[in-house]
């Protein structure tokens, strides 16, 4: 098993290097100075010029792009923003707790309410409860999540003044971001739950349990539901990285502090650095999220951790 992780962890190198070539790339070409973005449309040419020159602008792009990648992967240096020149690496780290309470509480927001309207759903398949389910799943995936989050914050910020509007402070602040950004998260683990669930009750295995005379529920819960679990983990692992990217809007509409917020702010001011250095940390996050859902994988199913066991077993037995 420590050696699997390993693996990953060595795969996770190309993929992190793989964004930060491309994006570094693509905003090389994108127009606009950003000597002109610091020092303002009134600068002199020669106030300009030394600032390319202290940015490192003037550089070839090789030298640009190696000199990043040497500060943001051996030095965790992400460069200062261009707006505020204070460091993106402090600022990721102060926004990331944020970003990353509000993702882990809609994902498990889609998992609590999600699986079990899916289970409901395929064990009365075809049935008013199945149409039931299938209909708010699809209300779900059809709804945008910045606008759930204004009709939230009218109902029950404006009307009824239960929870606050935006802003940050305790878990309050926390519950109509979460319930806005989850929605579709919901319906895709419905339906997701629901396929899975659907092939697992016609197994075999299943109807030798019924005729062991065991109640629906502990056959439901106790056989079929952990046999379908790994597609719904694949979907949970997906949509934490998905929702982790989804704050961007919900971060907005909520006015929280987070990294969402923090590269709307970028792009809209064309602060490269920031939205540099804001991918970069996401796709860290995310690969690491896939890593964790991997050895959850092998929590849950048996047979996958005894794969990973046998194969180790035999590199051991042929040494």
């Not at 390993?6 to 570094?24: A, D, E, Q, S």
């Not at 079990?116 to 008013?128: M, R, T």
């Not at 606050?164 to 519950?175: A, D, T, W």
């Not at 396929?195 to 529920?217: F, N, P, Q, W």
Request: glycine share 8%.
């Amino acid at each position: 098993m420590v050696k699997f992780i390993l693996k990953r962890l060595i795969w996770m190198v190309p993929v992190v290097l793989g964004v930060t070539v491309f994006l570094f790339t693509l905003l090389y070409f994108v127009p606009g100075d950003p000597a002109v973005v610091i020092l303002g449309a009134n600068a002199t040419q020669a106030e300009l010029e030394s600032k390319r020159e202290d940015l490192g602008l003037n550089d070839p792009y090789l030298v640009r792009l190696s000199r990043y990648m040497v500060d943001a992967f051996l030095y965790f240096d992400f460069g200062k923003s261009y707006i505020t020149n204070t460091s993106i690496t402090s600022d990721l780290l102060i926004r990331f707790p944020r970003t990353f309470l509000l993702a882990f509480s809609c994902i498990l927001l889609s998992i609590v309410v999600g699986v079990p309207l899916g289970v409901n759903a395929a064990v009365h398949q075809n049935g008013f409860a199945d149409r039931a389910c299938m209909f708010l799943a699809l209300l779900g995936v059809s709804m945008p999540a910045f606008w759930v989050g204004l009709m939230l914050v009218l109902v029950f910020s404006l009307r009824l003044g239960w929870l606050p509007p935006s802003g940050i402070g305790g878990l309050q602040y926390y519950i109509l971001p979460a319930i806005a950004n989850s929605f579709g998260g919901i319906a895709n683990q419905a339906r997701q739950t629901r396929s899975s669930m659907l092939e697992v009750i016609r197994s075999d295995y299943i109807t030798t349990a019924r005729s062991k005379g065991l109640s629906e529920r502990k056959v439901i819960y106790s056989h079929a539901l952990p046999n379908a679990l790994i597609p719904v983990i694949t979907i949970a692992g997906s949509s934490f990285g998905r929702m982790l990217g989804g704050t961007l809007v919900i971060e907005t509409v909520f006015s929280i502090p987070g990294i969402g917020s923090y590269m709307i702010g970028a792009v809209n001011n064309r602060d490269y650095p920031v939205v540099m250095g804001s991918v970069i940390f996401l796709a860290i996050s995310f690969s690491m999220v896939m890593l964790l859902v991997d050895l959850i994988y092998a929590y849950v199913d048996p047979r996958i951790k005894a794969q990973y066991m046998s194969g180790s077993k035999r590199r051991r037995h042929h040494a």
